[in-house]
């Protein structure tokens, strides 16, 4: 992945697994995937891989993205995260639009989105919210007696934006899992 920014771009594998291993953990204590980041280290596709983001030699972050073969139009941001020590810096906005660029030059996509929950004041929200072209509320998976806070983010990668309008995730069941 070429940078826009000058960032360094390093694709994940299994000499570097444990490095990102490291900043998942860190990053989100209740949600290490080590299978999912082990699953992108061997079976790396141009469509479901996991960079290490580096500025010069310095690590600072991490990004990926994956798709759903439910939904072939949309390319989702995967696990992504700038290290606390250089956040409020720029380098969360450098790496998404490096992160958006990579998947228009992929060329197969119409659409970038990004699932994320929500909480009042939450720093990544400020980023898409500036970044992305359209914030919805993911309600189809609420119930009764649980509302879930999930928000779905779209960045048209072709000119022609199109909501997601609550198509399911399956989210739910995923951060279900996690308590």
Known sequence: MKSLYNLKYE???????????????????????????????????????????????????????????????????DWFTILPEYRRKGYGEKVLLDTINYCKKLNRFSFFRLDTTYYKDRPALFLYDKIMHLREDYTIEDTKDCKNNFLIYTYCLNGKLKPWNNKFLGLRSFYDKLK
Do not use: H, R, S
Request: with cysteine; glycine share 2%; proline share 4%.
């Open 11 to 77: 694709i994940l594998n299994l000499k570097n697994l444990d490095i990102a291993f490291k900043i998942q953990k860190e990053t989100w204590p209740d949600d290490p995937a080590y299978e999912d980041l082990y699953d992108k280290a061997t079976n790396t596709k141009d469509d479901n891989c996991f960079f290490l983001v580096y500025d010069k030699n310095t690590l600072i972050g991490i990004t990926g993205i994956e798709i759903y073969d439910k939904y072939p139009d949309t390319v989702w941001l």
